[in-house]
């Protein structure tokens, strides 16, 4: 019944190292999303994607890139990981808008990569 | 001014009572709406959406929404005990594609 798969649960990364965290949702939604939640900062955007090759930049995209080659899967990259990265990362998924009758259009979220950065 | 803004918590109610989560945005043109539900060291589960004017019933979740004043509330009647957790509210602009979050109100439901 898994519909967003995160592939860490947890991750520990050192200082310097490029970082790879995919997420993979089988509902064919066109749109997903990457954020971070941080204690007393909530949720914040990094970067979003609305079609395959497309990529919209977030709120916080500094240090991040990401990549969505196939519609199911969004990878998001730590270039060069360091300690304020240390975080959780949540992906999520939406259809798109179809009207005040859509069901699909609120956010599925993955179950999170607790990522630090030693 | 944060975009969307949630009462500060943490609420307590004791089981059985109603608990009433409050939101506010300040876009305009934001057209829907949701409420999500995070427990502790999960991440968060969208439990109502609501895009026009009114309330919206699911179970004991009411979810109402006044464009006019830029609010959307949710309330909970007969709160139990495993209705404790974090509410997040977020706002969603069709043409922006993204929704934006509140920082979320913590509620506690005791025995």
């Known amino acids: 019944d898994v519909k967003v798969t995160q592939s860490s649960r947890y991750l520990v990364k050192r200082t310097g190292e490029k970082v790879f965290l995919e997420c993979v949702q089988d509902m064919d939604h066109e749109n997903m999303f990457w954020y971070r939640q941080d204690p007393g900062l909530g949720l914040r955007l990094i970067y979003f994607s609305y079609d395959v090759k497309m990529k919209e930049k977030g709120d916080i995209p500094e240090g991040y890139s990401v990549s969505r080659e196939k519609k199911e899967r969004f990878s998001l990259i730590l270039e060069s990981a360091s300690t304020n990265q240390t975080s959780m990362y949540l992906c999520?998924?939406?259809?798109?808008?179809?009207?005040?009758?859509?069901?699909?259009?609120?956010?599925?979220f993955g179950s999170g990569t607790r990522l630090t950065v030693v | 001014q944060k975009e969307v803004e949630q009462n500060s918590g943490p609420l307590s109610v004791p089981e059985g009572a109603i608990a009433s989560l409050n939101c506010t945005y300040s876009d305009r043109v934001s057209q829907s709406f949701f409420w999500y539900r995070q427990y502790s060291g999960k991440s968060p589960e969208l439990i109502m959406s609501i895009y026009s004017n009114g309330d919206k019933e699911d179970g004991r979740f009411t979810a109402q929404l006044n464009k006019a004043s830029q609010y959307v509330s949710l309330l909970i009647r007969d709160s139990q005990p495993s209705d404790s957790a974090t509410y997040l509210c977020a706002v969603r602009n069709t043409n922006a594609g993204k929704s934006t979050f509140g920082d979320g109100t913590t509620l506690t439901v005791k025995p």
């Open positions: 999520a998924s939406s259809g798109m808008y179809g009207g005040q009758g859509n069901t699909n259009y609120g956010y599925t």
